[in-house]
């Protein structure tokens, strides 16, 4: 079976991990310091604090920026659904926006309709990989005056003008969670060139405290280990030739399939770098995608679905008292399909996903 993903560690990351056990200190310390330097100086950002999730890393920005009950942040209804509950754990409402229906990121031109005076931050999804379109939309948080979110959780390396994701918001999130483009198992991380934001972000996420046993704030649990850790900083040493397999692939794909009826391949607008988190197809109206997914499987090919209900659709939300239409995301959520993408997919399996979506589409 060809899998959707695939996790893999070397002997750089074995031996890492060795050499943190055998130190005795295998919480959060030096190696956590040496991941945040080293993933900030990649990102380009000048601060990046660690935590133990990529949810962690949206729930503690949203409290550094001091939003919580009364509030609002507007985002997506297409993404996982951490995206939207790290809103609600604060105590704010969620606003959605539809999407684009090309790039299936938050349409920035129906943003400023949704904008009122509860209105505080703008949480935009660099969904699979590809970044949303962060000059229209920082142009319109300066207008309003309101914080920009990045939730950079699926696009590790992504770039929008030949700069990296993370780095257009106040704060950037990512998760290093075992599907993504690099890993930690668990984990996350948030980007900011704030100092302000840096140090509170610090406090929360231990504690509230600066010092051992002296607690400023209200504070959580949400740090990184150096277990963890160990496994970043080599994963991130690997990231960017894994990338490049990733749009290699993905360009092998998109090449054979445009030859093929009934299935559009995934946008890429110019200056935008896609990462391929998801390779994802867009199935044309009338395909039966659950018949596409069983033979696929026949044929030795996992496909998933990245998601299959829109977030304003879940029951979590709709007892919440949801009941907009956001007709592109509806529409788009039952149309996509994800094809394995991961660097250790090989030649000869990239034709045999050819020859089965063929096969799957005739």
Known sequence: MITISKVKFDREEIQSILKVIKSGSVTQGERVEEFEKNFSKYIGSKYAVATSSGTSALFLSLLALGIGAGDEVITTPFSFIASSNAILYTGARPVFVDINERTFNIDEKLIEKKINNKTKAILPVHLYGLPSDMESIN??????KLFVIEDACQAHGAEYKNRKVGTFGDLGCFSFYAT??????????????????????????????????????LGYNYRMTDLSAAIGLEQ?????????????NAEYLSKSFAKINGIRVPFIPKDYKHVFH??????????????????????????EVYYP????????????????????????????LSLPIHPYVKNQELKQIISGISSALS
């Open 236 to 248: 991130l040493k690997k990231l960017e030739n894994n990338n490049r397999k990733r749009v290699y």
């Open 309 to 336: 209900l829109p977030i304003h659709k879940q029951k979590l939300y709709e007892s919440l008292g949801y009941k907009e239409k956001l007709p592109v995301a509806e529409k788009i959520s039952k149309a996509v």
């Open 139 to 144: 142009a319109i948080a300066k207008r309003n």
């Open 180 to 217: 993504k483009n690099m890993t930690t198992i668990e984990g996350g991380m948030i980007t900011t060139n704030n100092k302000k934001l840096y140090e509170k972000l610090k406090l929360l996420r231990n504690h509230g405290s600066k010092t051992r046993y002296y607690h400023d704030i």
């Open 278 to 303: 998801q390779y994802t197809l867009l199935l044309n109206k009338g395909i039966k995608r659950d018949e596409v997914v069983k033979k696929l499987k026949k044929a030795g090919i996992m496909a």
